[in-house]
């Protein structure tokens, strides 16, 4: 029991430990960075200018408040990233935005240095304490206009450039139906498709065609089943037929009412005489008389 116990703690403080770290600042990781913006995302001023996208690459909410953000390698803690702010918080694989405008009076996300687009750009986060290294980037030199530098899956290793920026939003982005892709590559006028479609349909049809005429069938003999089990027999008036048994039985029955009616000679009919018990002189037609003549 005691060594039950024992097991329990501690996979629940490895578990704890997990989650904790987790969810530690450690886990973020700067993903994406546009160092000249021309024709891009604007900010909450309608303004546009270089931008630092961070993404939290665990499963667990992190706050990042505290933590400093530089582009200056001897002064780690050049940026504090302000504290109190609810939107520091940032939830599983997701992405915030930092605005190297160089005017941090603009909010907890506008930083106070800017990206230089005609030399390399340091890049780097601290932890809270200002001396952890959390993570850190070097951005060539010559970037393009509107031409981001980041991660080619968000949080790994490898940095590509982005025509298409994704700024607040998946490196990778899928803009296309491998399918469909699939389909105007082997099937480019579309028969193969429209046959598919019809093989389908009639296929279909046979089927649904197949099931209820099985459904009728079984629907008719149960019925049939039903009906002998009612009536226990074929109903004789409907074959137009008597049977050898009731033919017998009505002839013996004849024949014993036969023998009651008649004397012992079965051919010769009695007939008895019926007798009157009253007078013919107290008869009604006696008594009667005719009606004078006037």
Not at 82 to 107: E, M, N, Y
Not at 123 to 128: E, G, M, T, V
Not at 149 to 171: A, Q
Request: with cysteine; aromatic share 8%.
């Amino acid at each position: 029991m005691i060594r039950k116990k024992i097991g329990v703690l501690l996979l629940f403080v490895l578990l704890f430990s997990i989650g904790a770290q987790a969810q530690r600042v450690t886990s973020m990781r700067i993903n994406e960075v546009l160092v000249i913006n021309e024709d891009n995302f604007v900010d909450d001023y309608g303004k546009r200018s270089g931008w630092i996208e961070l993404y939290n690459a665990s499963a667990g909410t992190v706050d990042i408040r505290g933590c400093y953000l530089t582009n200056d390698r001897n002064n780690p803690t050049k940026y504090p990233i302000p504290k109190g702010d609810v939107l520091t918080r940032i939830s599983p694989h997701q992405h915030v935005l930092f605005w190297a405008d160089g005017q941090p009076s603009r909010g907890t996300f506008h930083v106070n240095f800017t990206l230089d687009p005609t030399k390399e750009n340091y890049i780097a986060l601290y932890d809270a304490d200002g001396k952890t290294l959390v993570d850190e980037i070097v951005i060539p030199a010559k970037q393009r206009a509107d031409i981001s530098f980041g991660r080619k899956v968000d949080g790994e290793d490898e940095w590509i450039l982005f025509e298409k920026v994704t700024p607040s939003t998946n490196n990778l982005t899928l803009d296309s139906n491998e399918k469909i892709d699939n389909f105007k590559l082997n099937d480019p006028i579309g028969i193969g498709m429209t046959l598919t479609a019809m093989a389908v349909v009639f296929c279909g049809l046979i089927l649904l065609y197949l099931i209820f005429k099985m459904i009728g069938n079984l629907s008719i003999s149960a019925s049939k089943r039903r009906a002998q089990k009612a009536s226990g027999a074929v109903n004789s008036q409907e074959t137009g037929e008597i049977s050898g048994e009731i033919l017998a039985a009505i002839g013996a029955a004849l024949y014993e009412l036969d023998e009651d009616v008649h004397d012992i000679e079965n051919t010769v009919l009695t007939i008895q005489k019926v007798k009157r018990n009253y007078s013919p002189w107290s008869s009604k037609i006696y008594s009667l008389r005719e009606t004078p003549r006037k």
